[in-house]
């Protein structure tokens, strides 16, 4: 049989996706599989390496069932990843050396702390466009290296590999053949100049983070290796599309103009607006990113990152275990007409853009003897989409201009409370694609461009087909009285005795 589909890798943040499509972008097969989460200590998030390949090589194995497919059958393999964890890996044997650090982690506020205290934050701004935030992976590496003398050393000899996810799984399916990322996640490190488009000295020193370590900095849809000794795929299979999660999304929902935008509500939550081929510096706390490189063209975004989105549902279900399910809290929250007061202000990892409060925690504010299940419930959706106004706003500040339609995807966007309260918030139309895995699409879309498969993004155009659109329909006072009691409870989440 001809090589005729593309498997696209989604390696998230609680699990990973295989999906398989043909050349007409129909999916084929299309599985899920969680993996553990390591929490060693308050504030610390952990991921195993070999949860997560586990996790890769199962679903691929039981997505090629779902399609009846063979391994020959596959033309090319696109990966998009949980962007900023980081891990160290054997160069040799591939083997994990330790946990990788989750974006999630928090466990380097106080250095990074330090270092805007040392006045680092201009320099590290100006060329990374990112802000001195645990969230990044710069000095996830540093805790690392200066906490173990060992893997400090043989990173100096080079038998060490560190990066992002993204390069974890091209070294496992290349056989360790190749040591790259794409600049996408290359620009989340902290360690690349997005200017110059390169590893940046300076930045390493900071950070004491030895160049050798490093993966080769390499486009979004290129031919990085082919696979090699694998058990579930047969060799040869080019590995041709990367991008992390948010980029790939963005690239997904055909967002290919200059103020073309989008929301991923995943894990957390993601806005992000392509502004074409320069970088915008934001001037209200939104980061500056690279969106993609095609060839030698270089496309930029503003981001604004809102850590806990999705995961706050997950925190009602295993920490609280209201729900049962995460898909059962549209209906608990349906069963109340408004969250009566209650507001949560959902900062379980500290709060993202525009704020920067790393030591920010949760807030749940305006309880009473009447509350319910249902109150929360609703309150912790509305939560969700009073941090992507707080980031829209921000946007439109930075970009000076209107979002005229707001594209959303991922699987909390299939929420249709959250998606009108969103509406009614923003005054923005919402489209919601069909197929709302638009993450999964963009590593398709890279990894099809390739190989070949399309000649340019302009050919995707007709694939992109929108499903429902939510229109703003609450009243302005209502509107009003709303923000001003988020505002009151971001306060209160970022006071000191919060923290």
């Known amino acids: 049989m001809p090589a005729t589909h593309i498997l696209a890798i989604d390696q998230g943040t609680t699990g990973s996706t295989a999906l398989i499509l043909d050349k007409r972008l129909t999916v084929k097969a299309k599985v899920n599989q969680e993996f553990r989460q390591i929490f060693p200590r308050p504030g610390f998030v952990e991921h195993d390496l070999q949860d997560i390949w586990t996790s890769v090589t199962d679903t691929i194995r039981k997505a090629l069932r779902q399609a009846g497919l063979k391994g020959s059958e596959i033309a090319a393999i696109g990966i998009t990843n949980q962007r900023e964890t980081v891990g160290a890996w054997d160069r040799q044997t591939l083997l994990p050396l330790g946990h990788a650090i989750v974006w ?23 060329k990374t466009g990112l802000v001195l935030d645990p969230y990044f992976s710069a000095s996830k590496m540093q805790w690392m290296l200066q906490r173990d003398a060992r893997l400090h050393a043989r990173a100096l000899a080079g038998e060490v590999a560190f990066g992002t996810i993204d390069s974890f799984l091209v070294a496992k399916l ?27 000295d300076e930045l390493l020193a900071l950070f004491g983070v030895p160049r050798p370590v490093l993966p080769e900095v390499r486009g979004c849809s290129e031919v990085y290796g082919v696979t090699r000794g694998l058990k579930v795929l047969p060799d040869g299979i080019p590995v041709s599309g990367m991008a992390g999660d948010q980029q790939a999304a963005l690239f997904g929902q055909l967002c290919f103009s200059p103020g073309d935008s989008k929301c991923t509500y995943g894990t957390g939550a993601f806005l992000l607006m392509n502004t074409g081929g320069a970088p915008v510096a934001s001037k209200h706390g939104l980061l500056t990113t690279v969106a993609w490189k095609l060839g030698n063209d270089v496309t930029y975004a503003l981001e604004g990152s809102s850590f806990i989105a999705g995961a706050a549902v997950q925190w009602l279900r295993d920490g609280l275990g209201i729900i049962a399910r995460s898909a059962e809290v549209e209906a608990l ?65 930075d970009a000076q ?31 919601r694609p069909k197929m709302v895995e638009t993450t999964a699409l ?55 005795s919060g923290g």
Request: charged share 20%; net charge positive.
């Open 104 to 126: 999630q982690d928090r466990r380097t506020a106080s250095a990074c702390q330090k270092l805007r205290d040392a006045g680092a934050l201009p320099m590290v701004r100006k």
């Open 174 to 200: 290349t056989g360790g053949a190749a040591h790259v990322t794409d600049v996408s996640n290359a620009s989340r490190t902290q360690l690349f100049d997005i200017h110059k488009m390169a590893w940046d």
């Open 333 to 397: 929250a349906k069963s109340e007409k408004s969250s009566g007061g209650v507001v949560f202000v959902p900062a379980l990892a500290g709060l993202g853009a525009p704020h920067w409060q790393p030591h920010a925690r949760g807030v749940i504010s305006g309880i009473e003897r009447g509350t319910t299940r249902g109150h929360l419930a609703r309150a912790t959706l509305e939560g969700i989409a009073f941090q992507i106004f707080d980031l829209a706003e921000a946007m439109r500040a």
């Open 401 to 431: 201009q209107a979002i005229p339609t707001f594209k959303v995807d991922g699987g909390a966007s299939a929420n249709d409370l959250l998606m009108q309260f969103q509406a009614d918030l923003l005054g923005t139309r919402i489209v």
């Open 442 to 496: 963009g590593a398709a879309f890279l990894a099809g461009l390739g190989v070949g498969m399309w000649k340019n993004p302009e050919a995707l155009a007709r694939t992109w087909k929108p499903g429902r659109t939510f229109t703003p329909r609450m009243k302005p006072e209502v509107r009003a009285e709303h923000l001003a009691r988020w505002k009151q409870a971001v306060a209160l989440a970022s006071a000191p």
